[in-house]
């Protein structure tokens, strides 16, 4: 029997660009192409439906392998990162171990721990890292600047005791007099900010494993920035870091290789994974840039960016909070996919509680679970030749530098951060999201759309909630101002923003939750089936996003029925559920029944006679179009203050 075989490039002939788009035009039979499918993203550039192999031509990413210069396919020519656990030690060194030590055994093989200065001693270290091989994992540490050559020389000394070589000794200490200024407003001189990291790095020469300079740029993330503002402010503050340790005569490889960058890791799967690759290619070129007189080798490795990357809080929420599994497992996988050395993955109940034993298990697992049945680890830039991951790195890169030849011309980071414009900026880039936000432009899950019509959150909710992470806010020292970390001042500069997404939707549903009456929504649905189930679904999960008693119905024959319904289950609110079309007949006959009684009548749409309801004196209309969060604080201030 003859073989039938089939040639696919033989048997298709190849379609060009022009023809896939034309087919997609008149698929669209007269809609704008760059309106309707063209996506204008937050980050500031455009992304197209589609991409093709012709559109890799001229893209720098595509030319170098993982472990090349510069550097955007990965640093390593594996992708086996360290997965991290925070452990807060200001208190008690014993107990800190014990965690610690626990957790070793648990998978994690990178620890960061919080530190406070006042306890800072040998033995203290000692104790704390008492039973650990230093040798095999990464340590890391976050304490007050001020503090921390005094650590550095603790940890050489330590390390030399235990007979380990201290050169290959991998870690990090998280000093960043930038972050300081950002998050504590505590205002420092340009000469103050690199005096406190050329101390540290001149201390910690005999680790040359260790990254004691930290470019924090999370809390931008964690402020509501976007990949390519946390980028473009991440690469400033690095090269003014840069900039201050070659002036106070460091070598340049030596200043590239003490500098660590801590990014957060937002929400958008693809466009965070891009920002990370392009990441590396742009801090390779500003390093790069040092080289004078030449680029030597030890340079070049150095231009390799250290990434240590953790899971926003931006997104995360109180109420259907198991949902935060869900974006940080995404957020993870970003992370994992394009590269970095480390991540750390916020626990999901951080929002309302200090994380109990359980939230980290999951939050370690989540790793675990990539690197042991999905395999990311085995697989170097799987992202590489991607026709849009390659464009989305190209265009994430080109936009970010942009952004970051911007702050240079406005004097750099510390110039802007000493004069309040990055605040300024992130203030109002944290108020445009929160209004994406409150318009469901920006979706949360279980907070602005498909909330949980039942549950309570209120009392789980406890004062510590998240009072110790990577960047430890367990206690406030007294004696801080005097050593330039406080915040106390009468000249305090602006602080970042500290929100996240969904409070404001938390807070509207918690005032409903401690009412004395739980308002009641009653779907008055009538005429048109398919358009009164459909409205009546979107007003249940608009309304319940206040956390109102929403009652559906399969429909009434006339309006009097349904309102007698209402007032039977008694209604606070009555929404019309109905078409376009009915509501010129059907609204007006309702609203003449409830004009002057106590419930509140919402028609559930914007349709064509709107004005013309209004004119009856109609005022409520819930669609897709409105302010939700606006809408539900109008409708709160009614019922909870009658």
Known sequence: MAENK???????????????????????????????????????????????????????TTVSAPGQFPYVRGTRTNND?????????????????????????????????????????????????????????????????CAAPKLANILVRYYGRMGYDVKHMVGSINVDPIKNMLVKGKPLTREQVSAKIAEVVKAAKALPGYRVVGVNSVVLNNSGAYATQELAYALAWGAEYMTM???AGIPNYRAANAIRFNMGIGGNYFMELAKFRAARLLWAKIVEAYKAPIFTTALRNAAKMNVSAETSRFNMTIFDAYVNLLRTQTETMSAALAGVDEITVTPFDITYERPTDFSERIARNQQLLLKEEAHFDKIVDPAAGSYYLENLTASIAAEAWKQFLAIQEQGGMYQMVSEGKVQEHMASNLKARLNDVAKRKEVLLGSNQFPNFTEKAGKKIKADAGACSSICTCKTDKKQAACGCGSSCENALPTLPVARAAEEFEQLRLETEGAKKQPVAFMLTIGNLAMRIARAQFSCNFLACAGYKVIDNNGFATIAEGIKAARKAKADIIVLCSSDDEYATLAPKAWKKLQNAKEIFIVAGAPACMEDLQKLGISNFIHVRCNVLDTLKQLNSQLLNK
């Not at 060009?16 to 008149?26: G, M, V």
């Not at 306890?119 to 540490?141: P, Q, R, S």
């Open 6 to 60: 089939v040639n696919m490039l033989a048997d298709f002939a190849p379609v060009s660009t022009e023809t896939w788009k034309a087919k997609i035009i008149a698929d669209l039979k007269g809609a704008d192409f760059d309106k309707k499918l063209v996506w204008r993203t937050p980050e500031g550039f455009n992304v197209q439906p589609f991409y093709r192999r012709e559109d890799l031509k001229g893209l720098k």
């Open 81 to 145: 990162w360290a997965i991290r656990q925070n452990i807060c030690a200001c208190k008690n060194a014993r107990k800190a171990n014990e965690k610690a030590l626990e957790v070793l055994n648990k998978g994690i093989n990178s620890l960061g721990f919080c530190l406070d200065k006042e306890k800072l001693t040998y033995h203290f270290i000692k104790t704390l890292l008492n039973g650990i091989a230093a040798d095999c994992i990464a340590i890391n540490f976050s304490i007050c600047a």
């Open 245 to 247: 340790l070659t002036e």
